[in-house]
């Protein structure tokens, strides 16, 4: 096996009560990414569905295909967005529980613990908070285990050497990162579990510097570089700010076309790789948004194959890629297929998957 592709997945394709609340009955990701209209010559919204639709993920039938459609074209496991907001606060979990309980689909999955505070900056409402993230302390840690310990037990679990993967997306963000590292391990080996394989994001989104890079000297056993594939050369920068300012905000970046490297000073041998099909959060945040212009699946293809071969001689297990999102429709970057590019984006990773093993 070349890598093992494992793709972020947003499970707010379902109306919840706090959506309704917020911004109006019936509200999903779906309301962003049909509204969105061009807003600039040449945009490319709205970007929308083609075989799966406008789909609502309470529907088993819908789960069954994606994860049908994943496996067809390489994806390994699912990393289902999970939300833990402190003292047993939680949103949007109903679709992984369904699949949990259930035993469908086959597709496997771990768990991403989306660990930030939720503000309206999605819908161009960024000083507005709608959930606020806390850390009330070591009890809180462990009801929060206890309520993922039965997913790390399924068989469907992604596993490295026999343990669990776990990702956490803003370890800068939690009191005591190494602490969290020492409690979770030893909460699993209490279970009986082999441990967990813990995963830190490295988030540097337009390269200005990663906000977090002491994944390794915290315990975490991987860290993954998220960075944009955007160019962002002093030429595009100048050329970005000003046409920010004709576009009253928007930020428009060229897409890279060739693979980014690591910031300086950070491990390889610490790093997973990740790539990211395509970026256009405006239908979420409007000229707030930054989008990458010029996306394609022929252009995704670089960005693969150099994270297939940044990971070609490690050890298989620990061959993971990550790709952001199997589907992030309203941030832009998806892998499900869509009414201009088909089934591109999949038929490109299939592709480097196969010509890497």
């Known amino acids: 096996m070349a890598a093992r592709a494992v793709a972020f997945y947003l499970p707010q394709f379902h109306p919840v009560p706090e959506n309704d609340e917020w911004w109006g009955p019936g509200f999903t990701e779906w309301t962003n990414t049909a509204k969105a209209r061009p807003l600039y010559p ?3 919204q709205p970007t929308l569905p083609a075989d799966l639709g406008f789909y ?24 289902y967005w999970h939300y ?3 003292n047993g606060r939680r949103v949007l979990e109903r679709p992984f529980a369904e699949v949990l309980a259930s035993g469908e689909p086959s597709v496997s999955f771990c768990l991403g613990w989306a660990n930030q505070t939720w503000t ?29 310990l039965p997913a790390f037990r399924d068989d469907r679990y992604l596993r490295v050497d026999g343990r669990a993967v776990f990702y956490v997306f803003r370890p ?3 009191p005591d990162p190494a602490g969290f590292v020492d409690r979770w391990q030893a909460l699993a080996r209490r279970a009986g579990l082999d441990g967990l394989y813990l995963v830190a994001e490295t988030s540097d989104l337009l390269g200005h510097g990663p906000k977090y890079v002491d994944g390794a000297k915290d315990g975490f056993d991987a860290s993954v570089y998220m960075r944009l594939p955007a160019r962002t050369t002093p030429r ?41 099909p395509n970026w256009d959060n ?21 960005h693969v194959r150099a994270a297939v071969d940044a990971v070609r001689d490690r050890p298989a297990d620990e061959r993971l890629l990550w790709v952001k999102s199997w589907n992030e429709w ?20 299939k592709e480097e998957l196969a010509r890497g093993r």
């Open 42 to 44: 040449g945009h490319r």
């Open 56 to 79: 609502d993920l309470r529907l088993p039938q819908v789960r069954e295909e994606q994860s049908a459609l994943a496996q067809r074209y390489g994806v390994e496991a699912f990393c």
């Open 84 to 86: 833990w907001f402190g």
């Open 120 to 148: 309206g900056i999605w819908h161009g409402a960024a000083d507005r908070v709608l959930i606020e993230q806390t850390y009330p302390g070591t009890e809180d840690e462990e009801a929060h285990f206890a309520t993922v």
């Open 172 to 174: 800068e963000e939690l």
């Open 236 to 276: 595009d920068v100048l050329a970005m700010r000003a046409r920010r300012k004709l576009l009253r905000g928007l930020e428009v970046y060229p897409y890279a076309t060739e693979p980014l490297p690591l910031a300086d000073g950070l491990d390889p041998t610490h790093y997973q790789p990740a790539v990211y």
């Open 282 to 302: 405006s239908p979420r945040s409007g000229r707030r948004g930054v989008v990458l212009h010029g996306a394609s699946p022929e252009r995704f293809r670089p």
């Open 330 to 349: 309203a941030e832009g970057n998806h892998l499900e297929p869509d009414l201009r590019d088909g089934h591109g984006w999949l038929q490109v990773l």
